[in-house]
């Protein structure tokens, strides 16, 4: 492990995920920050904007995303709009930088899904078979090779973890894998008050959306297919919490034969020995969000109907930690060379 | 519709559900309150134990829980614990009393799945081939006959509206149906704290519980088969919310074929034309349970994916209401004659 | 009390204050609804836009605000930004129609207060003479004779009541009253979600606001001395909570000599005696906002230190119901002849 | 600074204060935690009761409260019960060892005061007059000196730090002072859900409680008295907010004459200089708790009517952080001659 420090930049600072990049780099001694940028607060301080971290970051001010792009660091957090991402990546790839991307920009390589799901057209072919899908768990080789990341979904990491864990039995299912998602609402996008995300309408409020629709549902299967082999119908449907933060995926599977939990077990338990991140619960307890608030962890269980040949798979994780900065900052540690839980927990 | 009054009690009236029947009875110009009781609150006035009531019912005072059984009303509505309803609904049925028994008592013909699912013994093989399971939009005629009406789970009457309006499909399906319930914190009993559920544990959390263990899968199933004669393999997976009322129920369906999204849009239309208190959603409109908070009503949405032969329904509910005091006082509406909107919304 | 039925508008029905007068008027059965507006959702029907309230008004759609002012209803609620009470007003009144504004235009007497907090000029004078600041427990005559009532704000109805209550002792005060008011995400207007009220910005946080520069606060002060003569000095800051509604205040006074808390406990319960929305609670109870939620009652508490010579008055609220429509409503009883609780809980 | 490392043990390390002393701690590379206690998870792995912190606390087990007073560590924080910390106190300074007791103990000088509001006994003399009350900003040098620091309530921190800051002025008070407090509901106390604390109590809801009567009155009175040697009278009543972690406290100054606004800033500024925790808000931004959530940090905003003599103070804190664990963590830094804000935010 080296104990260099590195200059890092955050292009898009202002919006929940680039408040929650900083929140971490507060507490990682080796990444310095250098730069970092907003559309709407251009020349403010940081501490202005975010106030809880002046104390951390008492002299960085926004500046703009161009100007940011131009900084002198040596990795490059993206946490901005995809049109932004397509633009600057390889900007940023071609002055020799290291990149994570935090938009879906780079996450899919199938041009018609794209399009379909984010209305843009596809990015460069090169580009997505340059990059590498980061969920250190389980490419993390690749991931310490790369200099071109980009970072998963929020639904999306949950879900691949947990049947990942499993991927042996994944040719038993006798049906689509139903994949029935809850997200609190620092999900759902920037910090702009959007129509429908006001408190009121929250409050109180439990709701489906974009039921069978929804672009994180082609980035599941993509990458669970790159990951284990298996193609693997899945259906997703998700739903917004009345709560800021955290997301638990109840990920429903029903098998042609009896499964054995003990069975199912030993493979999450083996896929991630000695992973810092990822544990299955005991027996009979609960999946719960707040359990892994402002951590980068995702917890998994499983429960079995062995003679019903069902089992329930739930992931927790934080979507703003391990769904978005705190997995991003995993990614760049192992870019780095650097213990891949370095100022994360 | 006949404009007479009658006289009604509640038996246990001082946790969520018998708080809420009083909420009800308050716009009932019909049901005159004539005895309330409760184990803790004995002998205290209503208006000091629900503060917000003291106008709607300014003399009534809490008894006993037997002392209100003798009490000279028409209609027993019993928001008690379970042992309490199995004891005084033979000695209200004898007294010659209608009787809504809100607890789990008597939801279960199986002793077996009762015993395994509520740790009592089984109450009487009369008495439930007498109680009818009352919920209105699908046997309102054996419930407007009966006297003794077996009130519905929570969960329960979201699943069963949603199943029941698309019944002629079931036969259809290729593999179980897949019910992921999520309930706000009022439908977990009683108005005791209890481990758990303190704000603090339950405020910015989110999880799964009972994961196919809940005891109202065996309810939804019974009552499934005897209202549509399908024997439909089910699992259910409940979800505690951050939030203090409300269930949205999704409901996963996957079909030997495709199925056509407006044939089940019309299944449902027809299956509840005329109904006050079912509606179903315009297409790409959001189930989402604020919009029935404090009513008693059910908004229900399907959509499909024909190609990939899925189906998901959402189901939304007030557990208080239609799953639970709003759908009692629909049931005694409908045992005295009355209207059966009468005093609901 | 008179027992025909009487047909009411409501201009401006979709924002929270509007769709709490329709939840109200479901169940006052001599209020026949025959008329609604919104400037946004003209052409639309009342159940699309409120789907809880699609059973009670199923044939109801939204005009434009023009439209709707020349409905043929008995009288008016406007529930309007202040530009359209203004200009709405005058126009209903010409036409012979009782009017009940819920907007802040003719609350203050005073031109230029109101040109410093409503950046607005000042209505007509004639208008502000002939409007009767509807509370009723205090000048119910006067609103009896009137055709044109302004409702009180949400926080001086409260504030008010308190003080009111205890009007007799206010010489005595050695200092200005401090009026420290907390209130739910409701009370700050319309529907349109507002930078600073997204449900993230909101959750989970609390805060103060417009300290000492509230356009509530001069409309308190005219009105205590309106009520009672005396001219109070009184200073006021509103506080955002982290729910949706309700409203504490909690009122600070310091007087000269010692006071005694059973004589301003009997001041209290004189002022309101056999008044059916407004309770003072038993010594040792706490005022709290979720037991008047959903009602239009008022709940008062007063707590001494004699020795010390201050006095803590707490006023709980429903902002939207004794704070803005079920005051509304109340008024209209009046106005009609009704009894003042028709169809209020 | 000193880079060597210290041992440090939490006695009480079950409840919210316990748990936020640990979530600090693994950030603070030079404090090695060595033991935990609990009187409920006796014999648990740390990582079962919190799953959070399994990761960064691998192998710690809690063991009782007697045996970790034996640990061999340099400090030990007490979160125990009043009764715990009078019995242990005395017993880990006989051993040696430096302390922060985070109970209400030491806090208080007043012999009747203690058995007013505790119902206990005084403790021992000897180690009242021993005892420094920790306020890092106010008597950082005392605290250096110091083995045994009794750590302020949550309230008081944010009122003494507003008050101390502009203690010049207090002189010209017209009135006492009016403290205004509102909480979030981790500030009342254990982890065991109370009544009254369950989620349904205190969700949608906000009470005033303990008015003119709470333990943390006569506390902000001595230490104000003992830091300024102004003897100011001062009224608190504290409220609970439905929500987590917070406090917002908004006091109420009255003055003989005109006040200046920006010579109350000047105070401030001047008071808190160079103090990485303390922070005015620029003229009109309104003070929120979430900007110091899971931080060290005080806010405090001023807002002066110089005609009126009023200023309005309102300071924010997290009543975990800077009200309890952070500034438990900030004294023991002083205490070991570390910098204060050594793994804080």
Redesign the interface.
Same mark, same amino acid.
């Given at each position: 492990m080296s104990q260099d420090s590195y200059s890092v930049a955050i292009i898009g600072a202002s919006g929940?995920t680039g408040q929650e990049l900083l929140r971490y780099l507060?507490?990682h001694p080796l990444f310095q920050l250098n730069a970092i940028s907003s559309d709407v607060h251009t020349g403010k301080k940081l501490g202005?904007v975010h /106030?809880?971290?002046?104390? @951390?970051f008492p002299d960085v001010v926004f500046s703009s995303h161009g100007e940011a792009a131009e900084a002198q660091a040596d990795l490059f957090f993206l946490a901005t709009p995809n049109e932004v991402s397509l633009e600057l990546v390889p900007f940023l790839l071609d002055r020799g930088k290291k990149v994570v991307d935090l938009s879906g920009s780079y996450r899919l390589s199938d041009k018609k899904n794209f399009q379909k799901y984010y209305k843009l057209d596809h990015p460069s072919d090169e580009l997505i078979r340059k990059r590498v899908y980061g969920i250190p768990e389980i490419n993390g080789d690749k991931i310490a090779r790369s200099n071109f990341i980009s970072n998963p979904g929020c639904y999306p990491t949950g879900v691949l973890l947990a049947l990942y864990g499993i991927r042996e039995i994944l040719p038993l299912l @006798? &049906? /689509?894998v139903?994949i =029935?998602a809850?997200s609190?609402? &620092?999900g759902a996008g920037g910090?702009?008050?959007?129509?429908?995300?006001?408190?009121? =309408?929250?409050?109180?409020?439990?709701?489906?959306?974009k039921?069978?629709n929804h672009q994180h549902e082609p980035e599941m299967w993509e990458h669970l297919h790159a990951f284990t082999g298996h193609n693997v119908?899945l #259906?997703f449907?998700p #739903?917004l919490?009345?709560?800021? +933060?955290?997301i638990?995926s109840?990920i429903?599977l029903?098998f042609r034969e009896s499964v054995d939990e003990s069975a199912l077990r030993r493979m999450i338990s083996e896929s991630y020995a000695g992973q /810092?991140?990822v +544990?299955l619960l @005991?027996p009979g307890e609960?999946?719960?969000?707040?359990?892994?608030?402002?951590?980068n962890?995702c #917890?998994l269980?499983v429960?079995v =109907?062995e003679n019903?040949r069902?089992a329930?798979l739930?992931a927790v994780i934080d979507n703003l930690g391990k769904g978005a900065a705190g997995q991003a900052i995993q990614n760049a540690n192992l870019m780095f060379g650097i213990a891949e839980?370095f100022g994360l927990?």
């Open positions: 929940y507060q507490f202005d /106030p809880s971290m002046q104390k @951390a @006798a &049906s /689509p139903m =029935d809850k609190g609402t &620092s910090r702009v008050s959007a129509p429908g995300f006001g408190y009121v =309408d929250v409050n109180e409020n439990f709701k489906a959306y039921i069978l119908e #259906h449907v #739903h919490l009345p709560m800021t +933060r955290g638990l109840t429903w029903y /810092p991140f +544990r @005991a609960n999946a719960m969000t707040a359990n892994v608030s402002y951590t962890q #917890h269980q429960t =109907d019903r069902i329930v739930t839980d927990c």
